[in-house]
């Protein structure tokens, strides 16, 4: 990527990170222990990269970011991290659904945000399949994406149902 990217609000980004329903339904400790993981995680990444993790409740971590390439490469992060430190019984899919979202967000006086974006990172993330999809929404995808990496447009019946077209970030790294 050549300069740096914008960082005014119209290009800040959310990164929704949640645990997969298989792992949350089962109420075993490692499901609790994975989720504060992911947002001490998450807080990390924020931080290094001009970001702040959004207070939220433990089933999800939020982290606002000032630019989706950031965001794209924080999330990246996360999954890694959380694949490498995977509890033990849990071999098959991802365990963390990754949305990313962007444009411009309200800040609220307890550090809450509230906006599109928010929602839509939220709604992607819950959506994100076992398969290890990280999902964009419409704004994200029309970033200029970290080398290595490429997008494919998510199912028309899907968008119908979200109201918002998504993409699947592609790793081709």
Sequence with gaps: MTGSPAAGP?????VAATAHMYLRSKGDP???ELLLRVHSLLAVHA???GGTLIPSGVDVALARFPHVHAAIEAALALQDEIEA???EGHR???LVGLGIAAGPLVELP???VLGVPAARALRLAMLAGPAGDVLLDERSAQSELPAGLGRHEGRRSMRDLLGFGFHHLADYR
């Design 10 to 14: 119209e290009h800040q980004a959310i």
């Design 30 to 32: 490692a499901a609790t």
């Design 47 to 49: 931080s290094v990269s």
């Design 85 to 87: 430190a995977r509890p």
């Design 92 to 94: 098959h899919g991802k």
């Design 110 to 112: 307890d550090g809450r």
